[in-house]
């Protein structure tokens, strides 16, 4: 019998994604100028009602044009959570500006605007926001604080992209947006990421930085340092074929979700993200579970035991204000304890789209029967 395993995440395509692609290599257009690319753009703007799409190659690049198109330079502030992915940080590094970092909130896992608040001075320039995991951050107070202070709100919607606060699409709310299309993500197309804004000038921007800063008039000639971050059609055209299975993708996620959390959240030892905050109904991008302080259980330990049962896991994110790329060009204290404890203490269970109801009751008796097995 072949041995049981169930990886954290794998993507489904039951769409047309092949179509599309045969598409592509019959009309010769694989490059950045095909008609999927437009298309993607065109879908997700209208999507997101954002006037403006601009499709890239990773949700990481979209960062660092999210960034560039504003000008973030030295002697800026940018203020951003700890725990989240490193793309958030890096072009915030590498413009020679100082990212200021915010603990996480101890049970949705998400910043708290109060907290953003604190850390504002006359250096901010701008505040960068990212739903993590399945829930939202307060995009409507946040803006306010924005507004206040006259400062950019950049949205990482990369793990939430169909969550909704008030009936509005997370990735609507940011003056920038941006989405990853990564293997892992709602969309995938491969590798890919997007920007969104309603304005106009951001959006130019965002085009040229994309493409070299080539000069829209004068071919070859370049007014400023860009980066080849175009997305091709090939990866587009899978990326329309996802966006077309969108709705059942998000209803799929939540109905994962929603049953492991049934299933584990009368558990002792454990404290899982909630179904719900202020603002978000979670939309599960993934399964996270964190182990409760109080708890003796060693977490490498368990992810190996559930590895042998053929269960995949994942770590949490590692803080951003303990990476040594960090260390390396700046030199920052901070303590900030709940980010430091979900690091250590935090891991997701598989959670990908091809998931069955059976295997989710598979992972969570073995989960149980471990952690039993560990308490004693
Ligand atoms: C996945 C992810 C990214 C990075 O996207 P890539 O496409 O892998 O570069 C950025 N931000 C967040 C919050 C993510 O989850």
Known sequence: MKKKFIPVNEPIFNGNEIKYLKNCISTKWIGSDGKYVTDFEKKLSKYTKKKYAVAVSSGTAALDIAF?????????????????????????????????????????????????????????????????????????????LGRKYKLKIIEDTSEVLGLEINKKKCGSFGDISTLSFYTNKHITTGEGGMILTDNLQIAERCKKLRNLFFDNKRRFYHEEIGWNYRMSNLNAAVGVA???????????????????????????????????????????????????????????????LLLKKGIQTRPFFWPLHKQPSLKKNLKLKYSLPNTEYLSNNGFYLPSGLSLRKSDVDYICSEFKKILFKLCK
Request: glycine share 4%; aromatic share 8%; hydrophobic share 40%.
């Open 242 to 304: 996802q966006f077309e299975n969108l709705n059942k993708t998000i209803t799929l996620k939540r109905s994962i979700g929603n049953y492991y959390y049934k299933n584990l959240k009368n558990i002792n030892e454990i404290q899982l993200q909630p179904i719900k905050n202020n603002c978000s109904e979670n939309i599960f991008w993934v399964f996270g579970v964190l182990l409760k302080k109080k708890s003796k259980i060693n977490i490498n330990k368990l992810r190996k």
């Open 68 to 144: 560039a198109s504003i000008q973030i330079k030295k002697g800026d502030e940018v203020i951003l959570p700890s725990f989240t992915i490193v793309s958030c940080m890096n072009q915030i590094i590498r413009s020679g500006a100082t990212p200021v970092f915010v603990d996480c909130n101890f049970d949705t896992w998400n910043v708290d605007i109060s907290e953003i608040e604190k850390k504002i001075t006359n250096k901010t320039k701008a505040i960068l926001a990212v739903h993590i995991y399945g829930l939202a951050v307060d995009m409507p107070n946040l803006l306010k």
